[in-house]
């Protein structure tokens, strides 16, 4: 349990900071609006991610490989609605769907490539 509770923390500390520091990035170029909702977009799948993460390592380990695939497929699921619902409203603004999609979108490669690496460094250490 006490391995759970430490991966859980960790992270969670470097989702945080990950994606504190893109947003700063986003800051430094005027685009904090675009990386505002883009942080709280993560931040969000990631505390999910981790709860789900950490009750199916208590109950059923074995089942994981599945909950990675599952997970990824949800949070791009969940990121093209955020996408969908931000053209909508912004329709009349092609620029602001513009960059909001490419902030957006390196958000989520960021965020998808360290899940990936942690989540496999995870793995190899638990077996």
């Not at 675009?34 to 993560?42: E, K, P, R, V």
């Not at 969000?44 to 993460?53: E, N």
């Amino acid at each position: 349990m006490d391995g759970l509770k430490k991966t859980t923390r960790e992270y969670m500390i470097s989702t945080l900071f990950f994606t504190l520091s893109m947003y700063i990035g986003t800051i430094t170029v005027g685009m904090e609006d675009y990386g505002l909702i883009s942080a709280g977009f993560h931040i969000l799948c990631s505390a999910a991610y981790i709860g789900g993460w950490q009750a199916l390592a208590r109950r059923s380990p074995e089942t994981l490989p599945k909950y990675y695939l599952a997970g990824s497929a949800f949070r791009l699921m969940a990121a093209a609605a955020v996408l969908l619902v931000y053209c909508v409203v912004k329709r009349d603004n092609p620029e602001a769907i513009k960059w909001f999609s490419i902030v957006f979108i390196i958000f989520y490669l960021v965020m998808l490539v360290f899940d990936a690496k942690f989540f496999a460094k995870v793995s190899k250490t638990r077996k």
